[in-house]
């Protein structure tokens, strides 16, 4: 099989590994995890060098974990821990699991996270660049060991079980605890090799995360940082797989158990309309003349959508064209009488430059939460903080911003009946 940067290490070299960093002693460690001494040596020395640099310091009086063993060490930990979990959820017998942890190999492992990825064992050959044998035996091996189907024939080829789906995404939290843990090592040794990916939902794509991502880069330019877009369902499983490390934008009101939710600042909505619209005039408007209006919505399931339905919802006349895209929706404002309700950030440029207005509206304050959302297990890496760090004091001026412009920014109130020109802001350098 294809050896990726994230695959996992052989495990039972680093089940050997962990049980020395816990014990503390080479003798004891062979003893709990049935090797010789000699055997558990080797296994230290070969995970030693799979992750470019020292976890344990070695002498006379025994084995001690270096300082980056310690905190790598943790990590290694959790990677061992979700493989057990994840045999427990494909069905191994909890009797078994200690035993089984130690009997799988990282190609077995390595072998149903690709299938599962893939939808197939054919379609994982192609994707990885090796053959259906390759992938089918591992796979065969490791069904004996745990007495479980891990793959089924179907009418459209082999396929993968649930059982296999729960698996595969245990090996991916592994995968994902063993790369920061390597990451750790080598910012240890001065070498930045870590790698960052953000789920950003559309208000954070626009305003938050470019920001963010420049000042990070000068000061980490070898960290690798890839920004995901998306449907929010689509970045959350993202982020339970371990194949994105946190999601920022609007919070939502329920959340699966294995992820958290932290407030960044409030995001200020507003009714926005082309700068010419009969109701851009600056004064309040009934909620009369808004329910005669036409809207743009955005998509089902969507925080600000659910705010739209409570506010507007029933009382619109026709059905609101439902638009995720922001330059589309921005198209068809310009283009038409029709409304939205939108976060004053995403179109401060066109309010600014005269081109769409805010209407003033009877609801009062209205705004939704931008925060962080990640897994409730996942812990940063040392350069990670910073990129949190830094995400953070962007978000603090973002939501100054929106203080400043709350009731007193001429651009809230723009319009092309005699509101006095708003001056540009001068972009901030990073």
Same mark, same amino acid.
């Given at each position: ?12 070299? /680093?089940? #050997?590994?962990?049980? &020395?960093?816990?014990?503390?002693? *080479?003798? $004891? +460690? !062979? @003893?709990? =995890?049935?090797? %010789? ?71 077995? /492992?390595? #072998?149903?996270?690709? &299938?599962?990825?893939?939808?197939? *064992?054919? $379609? +994982? !050959? @192609?994707? =990885?660049?090796? %053959? ?299």
């Amino acid at each position: 099989m294809k050896k990726t940067s994230s695959a996992l290490p052989n495990i039972r070299h /680093l089940t #050997a590994a962990i049980a &020395v960093l816990q014990q503390r002693s *080479i003798s $004891a +460690a !062979a @003893r709990s =995890v049935h090797l %010789t001494q000699p055997a558990v040596t080797q296994a230290m020395n070969a995970l030693e060098q799979s992750m470019g640099g020292r976890l344990f310091d070695r002498s006379a009086q025994g084995v001690r974990p270096t300082e980056t063993g310690q905190r790598t060490g943790l990590r290694l930990e959790r990677a061992l821990e979700q493989i057990s979990i994840g045999l427990a959820e494909a069905g191994a017998a909890s009797a078994q699991r200690a035993a089984l942890a130690r009997s799988v190999t990282a190609t077995q /492992l390595r #072998a149903v996270s690709e &299938v599962v990825a893939a939808g197939g *064992i054919g $379609a +994982a !050959a @192609r994707t =990885v660049g090796t %053959t259906r044998a390759t992938l089918h035996r591992p796979l065969r091996q490791l069904e004996a060991l745990l007495g479980i189907h891990l793959v089924e024939a179907t009418s459209h080829g082999i396929r993968p079980t649930r059982a296999a789906g729960r698996l595969a995404r245990r090996v991916r939290l592994a995968e994902s605890e063993w790369q920061q843990a390597c990451a750790e090592m080598a910012a240890a040794g001065g070498e930045e090799k870590g790698a960052t990916v953000i789920g950003a939902m559309p208000l954070a794509r626009s305003v938050i995360v470019p920001a963010t991502v420049l000042a990070f880069a000068q000061q980490f330019p070898r960290h690798r940082v890839e920004v995901l877009d998306g449907p929010y369902e689509s970045m959350l499983e993202a982020l339970r797989d371990g194949r994105a490390d946190w999601l920022i934008g609007a919070l939502r009101d329920v959340v699966t158990a294995d992820v958290v939710q932290e407030a960044l600042f409030d995001d200020p909505l507003a009714i926005i309309a082309r700068a010419q619209h009969p109701l851009a005039t600056g004064q309040k408007i009934s909620l009369t003349a808004l329910s005669g209006q036409s809207w743009i919505a955005p998509r089902r399931g969507s925080p600000l959508r659910r705010r739209f339905d409570e506010l507007i919802g029933m009382a619109a006349p026709t059905e609101p064209i439902e638009c995720n895209s922001l330059m589309a929706a921005r198209s068809i404002l310009v283009a038409s009488d029709r409304l939205m309700l939108s976060s004053t950030h995403q179109v401060r440029h066109e309010l600014n430059a005269g081109v769409l207005a805010v209407v003033h509206h009877p609801f009062g304050r209205l705004t939704r939460t931008i925060g962080i959302t990640r897994r409730r297990d996942w812990e940063p890496t040392l350069t990670q903080r910073v990129m949190l760090d830094l995400l953070v004091l962007e978000s603090r001026r973002v939501a100054q911003e929106s203080l400043d412009a709350d009731g007193s920014n001429p651009s809230l109130a723009r319009n092309s009946r005699g509101a006095r020109p708003v001056p540009r802001v001068k972009k901030r350098e990073k």
